[in-house]
Each structure stands twice: as C-alpha cells, then as structure tokens.
C-alpha cells in the first residue's frame, strides 16, 4: 500500500477559484455544451441513453463542483457547493488539472483510475459512455466557446498553454498540495490538440 | 522482414491516433454484440467505419474488423449484416471466432480475408489447421496461454500467419474464466461481447478504503492509493483457506516488449496490442513505443527500452511477460 494523495492546486490558485461559484459560470458552461450539442451532435449520439443522467465532477481542489447533464442542446450544467447534497447518478472525482486532462485527452482515464488518482462512484456504465463520448470527440476549448477560424485557433492555444501552465503548477514540488500518485506523476500521453 | 503491428481502436479518434502513431494495422468493431469489446460508448458506427478505412489507407494502414463473438442462436442478422458492412466499407480482413460465420464469410464473401480471432482459442496445428483447411483462414491470434518456444514449434507444422499478443489485457479465454462474468451477471464476454458489464459493477468508500463488486459479489477492497485493477472477477482478490490474494488471476498487463526478436524468431508475423476500451493517449503512446521497438530490431539495434517507457500504462501499476515466459515450470 502507498500513501497516495492527488495533485492539487497551488493555493494562490484555489483562492482565487473561490468566488467562481457567485459568477454565472454555470449558465456559461450550459450554453457552451448546447453550442457544441448543436454543431457536433454524433458526440451527444455516442453518450446514448445516459445523456439524461446527473454527473457530478468533484475537483478535489475547489471548493465546489459540477453538476452536468449532458442532454444534448438540453444540456446543462450548475455549480454546486462541495459538500451539498444532490442527488447524482455519478460522481467523479480528482485533481481538477487530471480532469481537465480527461476532457482533452491528454491523460489516459484508466491509467488514472488505476492509480487511483481519480474515483468513480455511482452508475459505471454512466460514466464509461461519458468517457468513451468524450475520448472520441477530441474537444478543443474553441469547440466548447464556439469560436472557429483564426479566433478558435488562438483561443485553443492561449487556453492550452493556461492549462499546461496550470499542471505545471500543480505538480512542481514549491506549488504541490501533495504527493504524486505511486509510480511517479500522472501518466501523460499526447500533447492535447498535437493533430490539429 | 518487419513485424506488423496491429493496434486497438475503440473509436474513430484512437483509429486515427494509432494510425498516426505507426500502426501497421488497426483492429476496431461495431457498436453492438458483435464484437468482444461491446462497452457503452465504445466502437464504430457502420458509416465512421467506412471514414476510419478511408483514413487508413490514405496512411498506409490496415484495418480488421473483429466480429468475434459467438453468433445468438436463432438470431444471426446481426453478425451477417456485420461481415456486409464491413466488406462495404473496405475492410483489409473480419476477425471471427465463430465456425457458423466463418462459413457464412466463406461462402458469401469470399473476397474477404479471415482471421481467426483469440476467442476460438486455437492453440494446436491440429485446430488451426481445420479452420485453415474448413474456412481458408489467414491467420490466427494465439491464445495467450503459450510460451514463445510453443509458438516457434507451432508455427513450423501450420500453413497460417500468426499473430500474438504483446501488450495490455492476459484474458486467456481458452479455460472458461470468462464464466465467472456470465455466471455474476447473465452476460457472456464471449457472446453479449462484454466482460464485466459496467452496469453491474460499484465502487462504495468506507473509513477501510474502496470497495468494488461485480453485481452482488465483492471482488476487491483496496486501501487508499493502493492501486486498482480493472473490475473483473477472474482478477478479484479473495479469502481462500485463511488466505488472501488473486486466486483466479493477478491484475497485471501483459508487457512482451522484450521478446520481440525472440517471437519474431520464432516465426510470428504480427504483433497484437489489447486494449479497444482504452483511450486515444494509452494507444497512441503504447503503439509508438512498440512501432519504435519494432522498427529498432528490424534495423539490427537493441529494444529501446520500450517495457519501462510502457510501466504507468499497465494495470494495477504492474506488467509480466506471461505465459511466454512460463517461470512457474
């Protein structure tokens, strides 16, 4: 047995997440998956019949999480309090830097679980379709503000290299909260977006 | 003369990554029972199948079709509308396990090549050659149940290509511990095409750590951050006569990175790398390290390394040669 702990973020980072919760971040990120529902419906198809499912996404590094109902262009998505009780068909938890590496694909979900970086609760099956939907969609932050052209190129690559920045951050040892997972950091795969 | 790597693709997206990565070949299924790796979310449309090919082969690449469940009783439509679908798309060969496809295939496509799947478990000349003789079968997928001297005395006494296993998954098959899956929840990994139906399996937290079941049966506790495998039943962990441990089979992934030359010398001609349910960064870094072994040892030069680049990705945080090393002999 190890004594794991995720990854987190530096605190600097997670107190200025705090007040993220007062804005509407909520009602940003729903308009944005209904944007992306209505340009590339087949992601949405490959959820199938778990897009009306509740799944909670837990960044153990903030202090409040995601609610997402991936429904389509009925999609929505809230912010709740950490430890507020609401009823979820799912919850998936991490360091926030590991779930956004989920959502790009840059990490590998399985490798992850395996070393117990993040946690799965709830409906698997829920889970594995949102995986797998996502795995193959190849988001890019331009597909999710729904910029396109030269716009989405620079969006992607400002808010690519932030998060870089962010994992960065999150796992050199003056801004670490904790330990790396058993065997060393998380495994990274491919440079997110290295196609485009 | 090169080996030919043959890679794994649960989607459109990790098609295109192994393909970008060096696959020589890409294996890939439909999204229904037809294939042996049918998980919410997972597989190929007929109409993206048609797409991944075209990419493919703009890229030099292959790509097998596994059809390679058993065929329902009573109700084969799937499966034979599976073998058009995948001959309409342009598929380099179909995948099967199943004697009744192989025969349909052979009457009614007989353009298409065949590939007998790992899941008819045809590990004797005997067996490969009737599949060879019956169904003009190309070549079989070994069983992972052979040690590489097995497979250099096989491959002697059989006219068929064949193709093993290198990384990912140690499933063996051949002995029925795909029963345990049937058996906890009413689906067959090897005809409903999934192991450890994800909608029968829970992770529950207590003050001791997590626990995971299959349906009604605990398969595993770990502690925290002690690493977990995937949740099937043959790699549960379970008191037996006062004592724990894996007793059907250890959570590890198979790693034969440094057995390349030595399976290449024993006259294989294609390299397997499991994993469809994986993601598009676990193929894309698994099939550019064994594309880097590959072309290394066909150059004369000594494996880079390729099982330790390969460690994180492996399960449980572990890797073996099995059983083409069989140490416990």
Known sequence: MTDHQPKGLPAPLRFLAKPLPLLPVGTILSLAVRRLAARRPGVFDRIGPYRTCRFRIAPVDLDFDFLLVPDGTRARVDTIPRRARVASDVEIGGPLVDLLGLLDGTLDGDALFFTRTITVRGRTDAVVALRNAIEDAELKPADLLGLTGRLGTTADAVILKAIALLRRLATEPSGRESADPPGGSSPSITPFGSRS | ?329
């Open chain 2, 1 to 329: 003369m090169s080996l030919e790597l043959v890679c794994p693709a649960g989607t459109p997206s990790a098609l295109r990554a192994a393909v970008e990565a060096g696959a020589h070949s890409v294996y890939c299924g439909f999204r229904d029972e037809t294939n042996a790796r049918n998980f919410p979310g997972l597989n190929f449309s007929p109409d993206e199948l048609v797409d991944g090919i075209r990419f493919a082969h703009r890229h030099g690449a292959k790509v097998l079709v596994a059809i390679n469940t058993f065929v329902r009783a009573g109700h084969p439509t799937a499966w034979i509308k599976a073998l058009a679908n995948a001959e309409g798309a342009g598929a380099d060969a179909v995948i099967l396990a199943d004697i009744a496809l192989l025969d349909h295939a052979k009457r009614h496509h007989p353009s298409l090549r065949l590939h007998l799947s790992v899941q008819a478990a045809a590990a004797t000349p005997e067996a490969i050659q009737f599949y060879a003789e019956a169904f003009d079968v190309k070549r079989v997928v070994l069983p992972r149940v052979l040690s590489v001297e097995e497979i250099a005395a096989l491959a002697k006494e059989i006219t068929v290509e064949t193709e093993a296993f290198v990384f990912g998954g140690l499933c063996p098959m051949a002995e029925g511990r795909c029963s345990l899956s049937s058996y906890a929840t009413g689906k067959s990994p090897n005809l409903t095409g999934v192991c450890s139906p994800p909608e029968h399996v829970t992770y529950t937290d207590d003050a001791e750590g997590t626990t995971a079941k299959l349906a009604r049966f605990t398969i595993e506790r770990f502690g925290a951050g002690e690493p977990a495998g995937y949740p099937t039943l043959c790699k549960g962990r379970f008191i037996a006569e006062g004592k724990t441990g894996h007793w059907f089979e250890d959570p590890v992934s198979l790693n034969a990175a440094e057995l390349i030359r030595p399976l290449a010398k024993a006259g294989v001609t294609a390299l397997k790398i499991e994993g469809r349910q994986r993601g598009k960064g676990y193929v894309a870094e698994v099939v550019a390290a064994f594309r880097a072994a590959v072309d290394a040892i066909a150059a004369g030069r000594d494996d880079p390394d390729t099982a330790k680049r390969l460690a994180g990705l492996t399960e449980g945080g572990k890797q073996t040669a099995g059983a083409y090393k069989k140490t416990w002999r």
